[in-house]
């Protein structure tokens, strides 16, 4: 799936969506966790979501590209892991990508997502991150 991990560098706390705000919390839902998807929203037992997007300007495309592992070993358990790496490099038809990896672990399993923008270098290609409270 995706990259090899030895050319994947995960950041921690540090990464630009700062995950540290999901460690620990008990996922029960995932939804949108597929090729082609545009979203993928975690639900926790405290009854908060985070929602994974990109939020549109014009001319790009940003998608899950590849998950790598089962999305049910996520749910019911703390999360251990939450933490974010982005390769960026422009193709050789002069269109830029960032690939951006996401991997979460629990003590059941472990799930990497990458996804994948692509532009023309103008506009920005990050997947970003909302937290919310269900209602």
Request: proline fraction near 2%; charge should be negative; glycine fraction near 8%.
């Amino acid at each position: 799936c995706g990259l090899p991990r030895r050319y994947i560098r995960f950041e921690g706390d540090e990464s630009v969506n700062n995950l540290s705000r999901i460690l620990g919390k008990t996922v029960v839902s995932i939804s949108g966790m597929i090729n082609g998807s545009e979203e993928i929203i975690f639900t926790f037992s405290d009854g908060e979501f985070a929602k994974f997007y990109h939020e549109y300007d014009c001319c790009e495309t940003v998608e899950v590209e590849d998950v790598c592992g089962d999305p049910e070993d996520l749910i019911r358990y703390p999360l251990v892991v939450a933490r974010e790496a982005t390769v960026e490099r422009d193709d050789e038809y002069g269109e830029h990508e960032t690939a951006t990896f996401y991997e979460f672990a629990t003590n059941k399993g472990s799930v990497t997502i990458r996804w994948l923008g692509r532009s023309n270098g103008y506009y920005s290609e990050r997947v970003a991150i909302e937290y919310g409270t269900v209602s």
